[in-house]
């Protein structure tokens, strides 16, 4: 998420060398050069060494390297000496690990930002003011320059609140961060666990609790019209208002605050959206005729030309991307880029950087009727009213700054309806997510078979290293862009934190005694792609074998699940922790969310928490999990996309709907619990596997080691055989 370094890369295959003649043996190893946790481009693993697409689109962040991996003398193991593996790193590859920069947070002193923000706070006669995760668009990860929560408190996790009053400091956050948050933020900061037991729901209800006869400070443009008028309507009785200062007053205090990017856009080809952005603009304008005046509902006269709906305002940045076809690089791991899009009935209008437009995109713009205008002359636009009569539809997730600006008689709220049409992949969009996640599951299955052999080989792997090794393995692959959020490499303690993000200088090593868990995925041009996989390189304990098949159970209830029509993801959510039930157990994040086609890897409406009706084409990710404080964590997560299916009974006709899974990558059955398992579930185990190794074998065919891996993944028994008399234990592997 820091710089915007970029390389290509080739590599050497793979090779253990051993020197003999009276030395020790030392094994070294070349694994995949290269870096992970990174917005990097690569040749794309097109096996020619030549990127399909233009060199100036190419440009992405090197956010995640590398950390070195060392290895140890154990019992019952070949001695083995350290290995630096930069050593056998060439090219580009061994360029990146080189400039490897990424250093871990360092607990922030806050003191003299918080007294200069109460400077500011006293001239507005403010009792709280608030810094909201987001930015101006709501989007929920968001550009350095963005990022003036993190700079006031020191915490780095991506959702959470700053509150400050005149004489203290709080952060709101969710069950996700708690940790995290105590780790990062210095005393003078109170960690506020929202949705914790007696806890508040979120920040809103916190505040609401604290404010009487108050004004509460706010950037107008960082909170939603659907939030602002909520939270306002719950002030009012206590004789307490929203207050919104004519500037951000975290920007008249933050001295280097970054610059916006200026990166290039660029256009997302039909090969890839199935649907040409012609074609997505006159869906919309129909969409806008159909609505209805903003007139009364008791009226019975004639709507004027004022009431007549007649635009609709976009400030979500991942919905102007898909309704254009275009694609960026504001912000880290999401193809978006900072505009608003104002659609009329017959035009519309980017507001945008013009130094990211480039003369291919302008013509490009100029076959849609799209016009440019700076970005900054939003505000303008709407304070003279420049589209004329007519009202403007917004949804509530626009900011209030724009309603403020636009004032209640010319806008009506609705659901965001590109958000709606997105969300519902077409056949186009699921044949990419389909090849995505099969190349990144090739990757995710070299990777697997690398770390595997290393680890049994001896050598300690920090999290670090081995989440820089996988990118480097999806480095490779045809359409790579980057990856799709920040690595999630995690063992013993660690895993028991779902976001947790190692850093090179304080990354653990790997441990052969509690589960390693992966939570990562690749930007392929024609899909976004999120797997998670957990693995044990030891021998596990009953207890976690036992948590690891609930987790898998309530996975195989989900990807197996068969419902009607108007069947909503929160209603199935139960099926995915009723057997973790069974044991008292559970996991506080949601079960899945929806995915992006080269989008955000976050996206909506459709989620295994929403009481939106899934429908076919909605793809969502399935990942319940189940995390044993301080101790160790574990989560299987593959993504689904919703299909139509025939059943035997056909009750009301065709409106039975499941699942076809698109993550292609085989579940360690070590942890596994035989006995546990019905008859189907254990059947649906094999099944995956063998699918995998089907699947997969033709993509990694010459590579030998994974397909001992994959191989032996698909083939070997369900568990760990027992202790035979004197204790003795025996891996089959």
């Not at 690569?42 to 995640?64: A, C, I, N, W």
């Not at 009329?344 to 130094?355: D, R, V, Y």
């Not at 930007?523 to 976690?544: L, M, N």
Request: positive net charge; aromatic residues 10%.
């Amino acid at each position: 998420m820091q710089s915007r370094s970029y390389h290509s890369s080739r590599t050497q295959s793979n090779r253990s060398s051993f020197q003999e003649q009276g030395r020790p043996t030392v094994v070294s190893f070349n694994p995949i050069p290269g870096g992970a946790r990174s917005r990097s481009q690569s040749t794309g693993g097109s096996g020619k060494g030549v990127h399909p697409f233009p060199q100036d689109m190419l440009k992405r962040s090197e956010t995640y390297k590398s950390n070195m991996t060392r290895s140890t003398t154990r019992s019952g193991r070949p001695t083995l000496y350290p290995s630096e593996s930069s050593s056998t790193l060439v090219g580009s590859a061994l360029e990146r690990k080189m400039r490897d920069e990424d250093a871990a947070p360092v607990r922030q002193d806050t003191a003299s930002r918080l007294e200069a923000l109460r400077d500011h706070m006293r001239q507005h006669e403010l009792a709280y003011y608030v810094i909201p995760s987001e930015d101006s668009h709501g989007s929920e990860y968001i550009a350095p320059s963005d990022k003036r929560r993190e700079w006031i408190s020191g915490f780095t996790g991506s959702a959470g609140q700053a509150v400050v009053s005149a004489n203290a400091a709080y952060l709101i956050t969710d069950s996700r961060y708690w940790t995290q948050a105590h780790k990062e933020l210095d005393p003078n900061w109170i960690v506020v666990p929202a949705g914790s037991v007696n806890g508040p729901k979120d920040w809103t209800e916190w505040l609401v609790d604290r404010a009487e006869n108050c004004k509460i400070g706010i950037d107008a443009r960082l909170i939603s019209y659907a939030k602002a008028t909520a939270l306002n309507n719950a002030l009012k009785p206590k004789n307490a208002k929203l207050y919104y200062p004519p500037q951000n007053l975290v920007d008249l205090i933050w001295r280097d605050k970054p610059q916006r990017s200026r990166e290039h856009i660029y256009v997302q080809p039909p090969e890839f959206t199935g649907l040409g952005a012609g074609e997505k603009l006159g869906k919309l304008r129909e969409w806008i005729r159909r609505q209805r005046p903003a007139v009364p509902s008791y009226s019975k006269s004639e709507p004027k030309p004022s009431q007549i709906q007649t635009a609709t305002l976009l400030s979500n940045l991942s919905c102007i991307a898909w309704l254009l076809n275009l694609r960026g690089d504001d912000i880290p791991f999401n193809p978006v880029f900072h505009s608003y899009l104002f659609v009329g009935l017959e035009s519309a209008t980017l507001f945008i950087e013009p130094a990211k437009i480039t003369p291919e995109v302008q013509a490009y713009l100029e076959t849609i009727n799209v016009v440019i205008r700076d970005y900054n002359d939003i505000w303008t636009f709407l304070r003279r009213k420049e589209w004329g009569e007519g009202n403007v539809i917004i949804s509530p997730e626009t900011s209030y700054a724009i309603c403020l600006m636009l004032t209640s008689f010319r806008y009506t709220v609705l659901p965001n309806y590109v958000e709606e049409l997105k969300a519902v992949k077409n056949e186009t969009e699921i044949r990419g997510l389909r090849n995505a996640y099969l190349r990144d599951g090739a990757a995710y299955v070299r990777w697997l078979a690398w770390l595997d052999e290393k680890m049994q080989q001896g050598y300690d792997i920090t999290e670090y290293e081995a989440a820089w090794r996988l990118t480097e393995y999806r480095r490779k692959n045809k359409y790579y862009m980057g990856l799709a959020y920040e690595n999630i490499s995690a063992s013993g303690e660690n895993a028991a934190l779902p976001h947790y993000t190692p850093h090179k200088e304080t990354a653990k090593m790997i441990d052969r005694l509690t589960p390693y868990l992966n939570d990562s995925g690749g930007q392929y041009r024609d899909g976004t792609c999120d797997t998670t996989r957990t693995v044990h390189f030891g021998r596990p304990t009953s207890e976690q074998c036992e948590a690891f098949t609930r987790v898998l159970q309530g996975h195989i209830a989900i990807d197996t699940a068969i419902f009607p029509e108007g069947t909503t993801g929160a209603k199935l959510d139960v099926l995915a922790r009723k057997a973790l039930w069974q044991d008292g157990l559970n996991y506080m994040h949601g079960t899945g969310h929806g995915v992006g086609s080269f989008l955000n890897v976050h996206e909506g409406p459709q989620s295994f928490s929403s009481e939106v009706p899934l429908v076919p084409g909605h793809v969502l990710t399935n990942e319940p999990g189940f995390y044993n404080d301080g101790k160790w964590g574990m989560r299987i997560e593959s993504a689904l996309v919703v299909r139509r299916v025939q059943t035997k009974g056909g009750f009301n006709g065709d409106v039975w709907l499941g699942f076809e899974r698109l993550t292609c990558v085989p579940i360690q059955t070590k942890m596994v619990k035989d006995v546990m398992l019905s008859k189907e579930e254990r059947q649906w185990l094999k099944d995956h596997n063998r699918r995998c190794l089907e699947l997969l074998e033709p993509l990694i065919h010459n590579d030998k080691r994974a397909m001992r891996y994959l191989r032996r993944e698909a083939e070997r028994g369900i568990g760990i055989a027992g202790a035979v008399p004197g204790g003795i234990t025996i891996d089959w592997d």
